[in-house]
């Protein structure tokens, strides 16, 4: 026997084997479902009986496994179902000697067989036959299953027949010895009489007595004959017998404690007499005597026999069931002919520990079994074998061990001898092994906590998964797995392999481009898009939305994002726009390029509401390395959102504002750069007036129809005599309504009177130039550099001056206040504000004020020192119209 089957649990020993095949040619999923209904009659209750017979079907049985029918006589084929069509009469004969030459082949076991003929009419099927059932269809064979019962109670009677056969020989003849295959050949020559060989006979037979008793439901008396073969084995050392026989005794102590199973019958009823002994169940220490010797004699068992059958030991604990399977196994391990026994029943001593909730002690036994040597495998029957650990692994909650093993199975798929490597079935075990190594392709599971499993083994799986995909020839698959990879494992690649990945996306999405459609997988799961990491949205900046949260139908409307490249190199970032809902919007994708681990970067992303209403942001998509990917703000973890919901207001116009002045790289103070439009600069002496021209433009689609401004002085230090800015807006107003591309002109003039008595820092200043500064200073603007010439000071000064930075600063904010359209209507409008922002220095200071004697005593002569600080020449007038010019730095009286 050379086939395990991994499938075997402990409760198949008490199961009889019915093979069901197809005889000539039946279409395949015909077959099938008459398997299946043949199958579903897995136990039958018998008739005047409290037993029930337990069945296993295969469609498929190797003749040389059925050779070790007498070792364990659930290996036994002992009923056969054929399963044919048959169009006409002429055909029949044909059939007829079709089945039975499927018969030969299993005519050694057979207890009984069934032929099952669809299609055939008329006088033929007209007749009764007891191992021939006729059907005109497949559809039209309503009594499969009752038919099948009937076939299972007529297997049950010779079973019966026989076990009572063996239990009640008396005929002085000598016990045949049962062997295995491989043991024919080293019985010839020995002598039969002796005691050491009568022994080994009668364990054996006592054996499969007791194998005997289990399949007809006599659990009690299965176990006794189960521990006499023990006695009887072990005194002649008859291992592999005796393995059996442990193995036997095991698998009847399982079904006592278990009755529910603990493999793919998992489940089933108990039968009658397993549901009385369910209240008497051995508890660890405790004595139990399962059968009454008196009523052994009734059950076939000889009377001579009773007493050693009274001191037969009881049923085996859990503990002690565990402890027999490794008696077992090493029992087996002696014979490499018997490996498939061997793995076998670890396989199964591992279901039982998996109820026991023993996963340590059932490792240990998977761990001999992946050292069991089978022989010269087929790569088939390699790929079953590691497909079955990694499921038992998984039962025993060994989820990793489990992983590891699915991960050889998908290798095996895949290997260099296989003519076809099997790309779709490696594929889809990898897939299967993610659970066990903490992988999950969901990228939301990996924003929760720190991260979960062996990083480098989650990369290495993820390599295999996209080199699979390749070999399969779906590169969209490579594409959304090598996505998934950067997005969700980049902080575990070195510079080196960030490189080596992004070059391979690269690669597969110049041949396909990624993007956000569903991929369906080859084992007809979803894998929904991912989302590349690339450009990544930073969790520690929020959102910032313009406009006041109030977006108009038709503006250019801005989102700023906070992003950074995590890449050691230059990341070009393309179609970089909005994902919105609600009213219509057009995004205006941007295309950016990052630097190399950039750091916190800003990104304004625009576009243009089309309709008014409310619109909610979601996120925003971008395209990184080719492929296509959406970024939603509830996938942020630091976002508490789902969106940022934005009101869009009806069409407003639109003005564009120029001025005459140069722009001002100053911010006016207590306004942000956000709320001016522009700002300008201008630099007067005190007391000089300049006039700016402002030009307003409707760059917009509606028309201009209100016009309104206003002005707000912001710097409050200072005291303004006069008018700071003054405009006649009546010329601007005649020209309303202002139709899209019109213009109009506005004439603000600028005048600047400060107060700058008190300034004793300035005297100072003069007084150490050595000019005269005494009396009482007058209200004189200041220069941003006084430069004053002093004769005492050093020659070597590098130009003879003194520096002085005495220049005062005057802010005020335009406003203006504009509506039209759709807008107006429903009470909305747009401002404007423009910031000017006006330097003022020094023109002329009195240096000194004394009086002369005049003619009268009632009057005087004023002397006035006036100096010039400015580096211009000045002319001062007087209202007797005479003028004196000073010079730049030049004092007169």
Not at 602 to 629: D, E, K, M, Q
Not at 655 to 668: C, E, K
Not at 766 to 790: C, F, H, M, W
């Amino acid at each position: 026997m050379s086939i395990p089957d991994y499938m075997q649990c402990a409760e198949d020993h008490q199961t009889v084997l019915v093979v069901v095949q197809p005889v000539g040619i039946v279409p395949e999923d015909q077959f099938f479902k008459i398997y299946k209904r043949i199958a579903s009659v897995s136990q039958v209750s018998i008739r005047d009986s409290q037993r029930l017979l337990y069945i296993r079907y295969r469609h498929h049985y190797l003749p040389e496994n059925n050779e070790w029918g007498d070792f364990q006589t659930h290996r036994k084929v002992v009923g056969l179902v054929s399963i044919t069509t048959c169009d006409s009469a002429k055909d029949w004969p044909q059939t007829s000697e079709r089945f039975h030459g499927q018969k030969e082949v299993y005519s050694s076991t057979l207890y009984d067989s069934r032929l099952m003929v669809f299609g055939l009419q008329g006088e033929i099927a007209e007749q009764q036959r007891t191992d021939v059932a006729f059907y005109p269809s497949f559809e039209e064979s309503p009594d499969v299953e009752r038919r099948v019962e009937d076939f299972v109670e007529s297997i049950f009677i010779v079973l019966e027949s026989k076990r009572l056969d063996r239990a009640t020989d008396k005929s002085g003849d000598k016990t045949p010895l049962l062997c295995v295959p491989f043991e024919k050949k080293d019985f010839v020559g020995l002598d039969t009489d002796s005691r050491h060989y009568k022994k080994r006979c009668q364990g054996r037979m006592r054996k499969h007595v007791g194998d005997l008793c289990l399949q007809a439901g006599m659990l009690q008396d299965a176990l006794v004959h189960y521990h006499m073969a023990v006695e009887l084995l072990r005194g002649v050392n008859d291992f592999l017998w005796l393995g059996a026989a442990l193995e036997g005794l095991c698998s009847a102590s399982v079904i006592f404690h278990y009755p529910g199973g603990t493999g793919k019958l998992a489940g089933r009823k108990p039968s009658v007499s397993q549901a009385a002994d369910t209240g008497k169940r051995h508890r660890p220490g405790a004595q139990e005597v399962l059968i009454d010797p008196g009523a052994l004699t009734a059950n076939g068992i000889s009377a001579d026999t009773s007493t050693e059958i009274g001191r037969a030991k009881n049923c085996l604990s859990p503990e002690d069931i565990i402890e027999k399977y490794k008696e077992a196994i090493s029992y087996y391990g002696k014979y490499k002919n018997a490996g498939v026994i061997e793995l076998e029943a670890c396989v199964k001593a591992v279901r039982v520990l998996a109820i026991q909730k023993r996963a340590r002690e059932a490792s240990e036994f998977l761990q001999n079994a992946v050292y069991i040597n089978l022989g010269q495998l087929s790569e088939e029957e390699k790929i079953q074998r590691y497909s079955i650990l990694s499921e038992l692994y998984e039962l025993i909650g060994f989820h990793r061990k489990s992983a590891f093993f699915k991960r050889v199975a998908a290798m095996q798929c895949v290997a260099p001898t296989i003519p076809e490597p099997g790309w779709r079935a490696c594929y889809k075990l990898l897939l299967e092994t993610l659970p066990g190594y903490s992988l999950s392709l969901d990228p939301k599971d990996f924003s929760k906590g720190p991260h979960r499993g062996w990083a480098a083994v989650q990369v290495r799986l993820l390599h295999e998964l996209v080199y699979a995909s390749r070999r399969m020839g779906n590169p969209a698959l490579s594409v959304r797995h090598l996505s998934f990879l950067l997005q969700t494992m980049l902080d575990f690649l070195s510079d080196q392999e960030k490189k080596e990945v992004t070059q391979s996306l690269e690669n597969y999405t110049s041949k396909c481009p990624g993007g956000m459609e569903v991929i369906t997988l080859p084992d007809a799961a979803d894998l929904d898009g991912l989302l590349c990491c690339c450009c990544r949205c930073s969790p520690a900046v929020k959102l910032s939305l313009f406009s006041d949260f109030q977006w108009v139908q038709g503006d250019v409307c801005e989102v700023q994002l906070m992003v950074y490249n995590p890449m050691p190199y230059e990341l070009r970032v393309e179609n970089m726009g909005l994902l919105t809902s609600g009213v219509e919007f057009e995004s205006l994708p941007a295309a950016l390029s990052l630097p190399a681990e950039s750091g916190l970067y800003p990104v304004t992303l625009v576009g243009v509401p089309r309709t008014a209403g409310n619109i909610t942001i979601n996120g925003y998509h971008t395209s990184v390395f080719g492929v296509t990917s959406e970024c939603l703000l509830e996938t942020l973890p630091t976002v508490k959102t789902s969106g940022c919901l934005v009101e869009v207001i009806p069409s407003l116009p639109r003005l564009q504002l120029s001025t005459s002045l140069p722009r001002s790289t100053h911010t006016v103070q207590s306004m942000s750069k956000e709320e001016l439009c522009s700002s300008v600069s201008v630099q007067l002496f005190n007391g000089e007036k300049q006039q700016m021209t402002i030009t307003l433009e409707n760059i917009g689609s509606e028309e201009i129809q209100t016009l309104e401004l206003t002005s707000k002085i912001v710097s409050t230090k200072e005291k303004v005599f006069g008018e700071f800015l003054s405009w006649d807006l009546e010329d601007a107003l005649s020209h309303l309504p202002l139709k899209p591309g019109q213009a109009v002109t506005l004439t603000v003039g600028i005048k600047v009177k400060l107060d700058f008595s008190g300034q004793e820092s300035l005297l100072q200043d003069l007084n150490e130039d050595g000019i005269s500064v005494t009396g009482l200073p007058i209200s004189s603007p200041l220069r941003q550099v006084l430069k004053a010439r002093s004769e005492s000071k050093s020659v070597s000064s590098e130009s003879g001056k003194t520096e002085y930075s005495h220049v005062k600063t005057l802010e005020a904010v335009l406003n203006f206040k504009y509506s039209g359209g759709v807008g107006k209507v429903e009470g909305y409008y747009k401002e404007l504000s423009l910031g000017v922002h006006v330097d003022v220095e020094p023109s002329v200071f009195f240096t000194r004020v004394s009086t002369l004697p005049a003619t009268s005593t009632r009057q005087c002569h004023l002397l006035l020192d006036i100096f010039n600080p400015t580096e211009h020449e000045l002319t001062v007038s007087a209202k007797n119209n005479q003028e004196l010019v000073l010079h730049a730095s030049e004092c007169q009286r």
